[in-house]
Structure formats: structure tokens, C-alpha cells
């Protein structure tokens, strides 16, 4: 059951269905976003950067990145926000603790948006975005050219950044023992 | 194939209800609710189906029969529990935070619901056959699940929830990675993660089963096993809902129909497990012979030189048998599964973070490595049985150099059939041996000390 085949009999169907999804997604993304700002309960806001990171995921599979869209579910919303989730809920005094903002930090908060916010519009406005996915000299089949390069072309930078990952690991378990080994009870 | 059923239904149902022909939107509309009917209905009867059964084993595993009086054999148990929930009392503990608690059960079963779109069930009725991503992607959504136990946990405002809640987000967690590298190791002899391919891969018969491509690839189904039962929080690795000692662990204040949706998003979860190790490691919706990868191209070839409703028939007659034997083989993996949890006591957290950490993951680490270098060394054969070489001649095999692929296969199927038959032909000889023996326990006056009891 070939869910395009089903739905696109013409090329009109086919960027409906399109069109409709991307807005799921980025209405989700972008609501969701909002929410991670606006809520004032620390647990609501990780479930709305749950929310943010599968809408931004849903839109990498309408780009044909089915790849990065499964890293991104697999990397973000499987395992960062997990661990946000750990620290905020291992780290509450009490269940259900509330922001408690003062007003010249919304103040300078704001004012730093504002600028960030007119220099995005700015520079979205003024870039040619690719009409759709670059999927030239794939076959269909980017994961093999994507393997091909990271092995490939990108060898290095991909194995200094396994090197760097490792030293995370090693350093954390090691913070994380020498703390048990002072304590002798 | 797949386009026929699927234009001529949603125009049929629009000609007879409304007397004219679809337009687009309404196509559109049609097609995703044929999808959603159908994928729900799979996904509901796959769960009710193995809740029944699940009960049944149990019962069976501890000499008593099971449901016996819903239906004939019990089977409409599920049914009727299912009416029993729908019908309880919504209740929500009052300092639980609503939004989160309403939402939990949702996040952890849509994930294990969405995971059944990459699941090859036959060439041509796979949800999304053009997943190129198909195995990462059950294992990516699958990862979401756990947001949704660690949610249910915390929004229940209960102490034993939260405890549930952590030790079941670090034990799925840690049993990603030996997940993931087992499944790296049938997709480094496939070459390829799309798994409508990896199905016809499987298709010459059960010594290209890619479970038997190198004794590595036997190891990687083992640690693969054993990393999915704790993956779905499955005994022996039931540590978060621990029902001796967390009462339910993380859905302890889920009552009803959210509760439903834990167990739907846990029997869902074991059969797309289950699927996952037909299809990478069993052979997928293929015979052991090799004759679906036979008729398949044959019978796809007739029917797109010629479309029509009787070259159609065959093709799907073929899809549905072969859909039968994906089933078959996902239940089979979903039965020892049941059996591992009536039979093996409970580990405690450490221990299973032990095992993960300590044994899991170097062996896998290690079948990795082998299975990569004995890859390097021992040269396959390239192409798809039947349709770019004869599985069975000798032949082909050899002018490709594969000889050594061959026999090494050949060999690693004949051990691995006559363990599995040696397992159960020992199992057939204690049934029958068993009858013989007398029932001591059951029986009182057959026992030489047993007297009457006096009231």
C-alpha cells in the first residue's frame, strides 16, 4: 500500500498531501516551541521540546533526509531529552516548582530576542531556498552515498568527533566515581 | 497490485455512497482512512490476540487451563476485557498533573503503533515500502516510547510510579545500544536498510536466511533477543512494571482504558520486536524452501505485463501466504518470549544495568567485529535469489567465487535446523514419556501414607 500511489493519482494530490503534512509539522514545531517558552511548570516544558523535536524531525522526512529524521528521533527525542528530563526531575525540591521571573531579566531577554528575531526574518528573506529535496546522483538511496561520505571524504572530522564523545563518557563515569571512592561508609 | 485494491476501494465506496467519482481531497481522505483502518485493525487484533494467548501459557506453564468460559476456548477473553475497561471509572489521582497524566499513555503507545509502517509483511503489502531507512526507523520511534513510561511515571505523583518511571527509562536506554549493534550486523550482510529488501534478500531458500550468513550473525540474534526483552520491558527484564514488588510500577495510577493502552502499546511493542528479528535474521515472509522468492518474480512479471484481476489474484494469494508466514515466525519469537517470563525469576536493577553494560555490550562489541572481518574474508554472493542468480545451483555460486559463502552457509544451516529439531523432538519425547508417569500430586490416595481426610 504505497501511501503516495494511493493518495497522488496527479502531481496536484501529491503536493496537497504535502502541504498539509508541512504545516502539521511546523505548526506542531513552532506551537510547541512556544510552549517550551511560555509554560511554567519545567516538566511541561520538556514534554513541549518533545513535541518541537518530532515536529522538526517530521519535516527532515518531508525533505527525502529520511536518515537525519531517524538520528534526530533517535539522538534527540531518545536520548537528550531523556536526560533533561532525569536532571529536572532529580534535581526538583519540591513537585511541582514554578519560574518565578524578575522583570529586568524579561526585559533584557526580550530586548535580545527582538534583535535575534529581526536578524532571522532578515536572513530568511533574503536567501534562495532549493524548491525541493537535492537528491541528485542518489538513486533514490541517499543513506549509501551519506555511509559512503562519512567513511569516505569526511573520515576524519567523523572519527575526531567519536574521539570526542568517548572522552565525554570516560570523563563523566570517572567525575562520577571519584566522588563514591572519597566517602568511605 | 497494491494500486488496484487501493484505487478501486476508496472509488467504489464513494460511487455507492454518493453516486459520483472522488476528487482529490476526498481520494486523499479515503486512502488515509483505509490505511487507518487498516493499521489500527492489524495493530488491535495483534494485541487482543496476544493478551489471550499470553494468559493461556501462563495458565499452561502453571498446570491450570487459562481463560476457559468467554468463548470457546476462551478466546473472546480479551474482548470482554476490553468492555471491562471501557466501562470503568476514570479516575485521576487529584495532585497528578492532568495534562501529563492524560498524555503519557499516548506517547508510549503511538510509537509501537507507528513502528508496524516499516514492518514487511509480504513484497506488496508493507505499509511504506519506500522507507529506505525502514530498521532504523523502528528503532528511532521506538526510543520515543520511553518518554512516554518516564511521563506516566512522574505525572502520576506517586513515589513507586517514579521509581518505575527511572529504572524502566535506564534500562531501555541501556539496552538500546546492543540493540542497535545486533541489528547493524544483518545489515551489514544485507547492505542495505530497507527491509522490503532485506525480505527478498531471504528469498532462496533457508540457507540464505541471513541468520545463518556467519556464526556471527547467530550470536547477534541471541544478544539481539535478549536486548529487545529489555527493550519492552519484558520478564525476565520487567523491572518497571514489577508486580511483586511496585504494585504496577509506572501505570500503578492507570486505570481503564489508559491503562489498556500501556498493555495495547506492550503486546504491539513484542510483536514488532518479533518482526524485526523475522525479517532481519528468520527470512522474513519467506519459506524454507525458497519457493515464494520463486513464484514472486514470475507471478509480479505476468501481472505487470498483463494487469488484470486474474494475473492480480495469484500475486495476492502469494502476498497473503507469505504475510501468514510473517506472522507465524514474529508469534513464534512472541511465544518464547512468554515462556522466558512464566519461567525466569526477576533480576534487580543493578544486575540487569550489569548485564548491559558489563556483558551485552562487549559481546555484541565483539560479534560485531567478527562478523565484519568474517565478511571481509569470506566473499558473498551479490544480487537477489531467483531473481539475479539460482539459490540452488552450485554453479552460480562459484562463478561469483561465493564457494566458501556456500558451504559456510549450507553448513550453519544444517547445524542450526537440527538444533532447533533436536529441541524439538526432546520436548516431543518428555510429553510423551510424561504420560507414564503417575500423578502423585494430583492423585492423594495413590500415596502410600495418604489417609482420608476426617471432617
Known amino acids: 500500500m504505497d501511501l503516495n500511489a494511493i493518495i497522488s493519482g496527479s502531481p496536484q494530490q ?24 511560555a509554560s511554567r511548570n519545567i516538566v511541561r516544558t520538556a514534554v513541549c521540546l518533545l513535541f518541537t523535536l518530532l515536529g522538526v524531525g517530521g519535516l527532515y522526512f518531508l525533505l527525502d533526509a529520511e536518515f537525519l529524521a531517524a538520528v534526530q528521533l533517535v539522538v534527540y527525542a531518545g536520548g537528550t531529552l531523556i536526560l533533561i528530563v532525569f536532571g529536572v526531575m532529580l534535581t526538583n525540591k519540591s513537585a511541582f516548582v514554578k519560574f518565578e521571573a524578575k522583570l529586568i531579566e524579561v526585559i533584557i531577554a526580550m530586548t535580545m530576542a527582538i534583535i535575534l528575531f529581526g536578524a532571522l526574518v532578515v536572513g530568511i528573506l533574503n536567501t534562495k531556498f532549493a524548491s525541493q529535496a537535492m537528491t541528485q546522483g542518489t538513486d533514490g538511496y541517499p543513506i549509501l552515498k551519506l555511509g559512503q561520505a562519512l567513511l569516505g571524504d569526511y573520515l576524519v572530522p567523523f572519527e575526531l568527533a567519536s574521539v570526542l564523545l568517548l572522552v565525554v563518557m570516560i ?7 571519584g566522588r563514591r571512592e572519597r566517602s568511605h561508609t | 497490485m497494491a494500486n488496484v485494491l487501493a484505487d478501486i476501494i476508496p472509488t467504489v465506496f464513494q460511487e455507492i455512497v454518493f453516486g459520483r467519482a472522488p476528487g482529490a481531497l476526498m481520494t486523499a481522505i479515503y486512502g488515509f482512512a483505509l490505511i487507518a483502518t487498516v493499521f489500527t485493525g492489524i495493530v488491535s487484533l495483534v494485541a487482543m490476540f496476544c493478551i489471550w494467548w499470553e494468559r493461556k501459557v501462563a495458565g499452561h506453564i502453571q498446570c491450570r487451563i487459562g481463560p476457559n468460559r468467554v468463548g ?96 524502566e527509562a535506564c534500562q ?66 520487567d523491572l518497571p512494571e514489577s508486580e511483586s514488588e511496585l504494585v504496577a510500577g509506572y501505570h500503578t495510577e492507570y486505570s481503564g482504558l489508559r491503562f489498556s493502552f500501556f498493555f495495547f502499546a506492550e503486546y504491539a511493542g513484542m510483536f514488532v520486536v518479533g518482526g524485526i528479528q523475522a525479517a532481519l535474521f528468520l527470512g ?12 514472486y518474480p514470475v507471478l509480479k512479471d505476468a501481472y505487470v505485463a498483463h494487469p488484470s484481476m486474474a494475473t492480480a489474484i495469484p ?16 508469534m513464534t519469537i512472541i511465544f518464547v518470549q512468554m515462556w522466558l517470563r512464566w519461567t525466569l525469576p526477576r533480576p534487580r536493577i543493578d544486575q540487569v544495568l550489569y548485564a548491559c553494560v558489563k556483558v551485552l555490550l562487549p559481546a555484541s562489541c565483539v560479534v560485531l567485529l567478527g562478523a565484519a572481518l568474517w565478511q571481509l574474508l569470506v566473499p558473498e554472493m551479490p544480487g537477489i535469489p531467483w531473481v539475479n542468480y539460482k539459490p540452488w545451483r552450485f554453479e552460480d555460486w562459484a562463478n561469483q567465487g561465493a564457494t566458501a559463502a556456500l558451504v559456510s552457509q549450507v553448513l550453519l544451516a544444517v547445524i542450526g535446523v537440527s538444533l532447533f529439531g533436536s529441541l524439538i523432538l526432546w520436548i516431543f519425547w518428555a510429553f510423551i514419556s510424561g504420560r507414564n508417569l503417575k500423578q502423585r500430586l494430583t492423585d492423594p490416595a495413590e500415596m502410600p501414607d495418604a489417609e482420608p481426610a476426617t471432617v
Open chain 1, 14 to 37: 501529491t503536493s496537497l498531501v504535502t502541504t498539509g503534512l508541512f504545516y502539521l509539522f511546523a505548526i506542531m514545531a513552532g506551537g510547541s516551541a512556544l510552549g517550551v517558552v
Open chain 1, 171 to 177: 570523563g563523566a563515569a570517572y567525575l562520577a566515581k
Open chain 2, 72 to 167: 470457546p476456548i476462551g478466546i473472546l477473553q480479551s474482548l470482554a476485557d476490553g468492555v471491562k475497561l471501557i466501562l470503568k471509572e476514570d479516575l485521576i489521582p487529584k495532585d497528578a498533573d492532568h495534562l501529563l497524566f492524560r498524555l503519557a499513555p499516548y506517547l508510549a503507545f503511538t510509537p509501537a503503533f507507528a513502528a508496524f509502517l516499516a514492518l514487511p509483511f509480504a513484497p506488496d503489502l508493507t505499509f511504506e515500502p519506500r522507507l529506505n531507512v525502514g530498521v532504523f526507523w523502528i528503532l528511532a520511534i521506538l526510543s520515543v516510547e520511553v518518554m512516554g513510561v518516564i511521563l506516566a511515571g512522574w505525572a502520576s505523583n506517586n513515589k513507586w510510579s517514579v521509581y518505575g518511571a527511572m529504572r
Open chain 2, 172 to 237: 531501555m536506554v541501556s539496552y538500546e545500544i546492543p540493540l542497535g549493534m545486533s541489528i547493524i550486523i544483518g545489515i551489514m550482510a544485507a547492505g542495505t536498510l530497507n527491509l522490503v529488501q532485506l525480505g527478498h534478500l531471504q528469498g532462496g531458500g533457508i540457507q540464505t536466511w541471513l541468520i545463518f550468513r556467519s556464526p556471527f550473525a547467530l550470536a547477534a540474534f541471541v544478544c539481539y533477543f535478549i536486548a529487545s526483552l529489555a527493550s519492552n520491558k519484558r520478564a525476565p527484564f
Open chain 2, 284 to 295: 522474513g515472509w519467506n519459506d524454507p524452501f525458497g519457493l515464494i522468492g520463486y513464484f
Open chain 2, 315 to 330: 500475486v495476492l494469494l502469494l502476498n497473503f501466504a507469505a504475510a501468514g508466514i510473517f506472522v507465524l515466525k514474529a
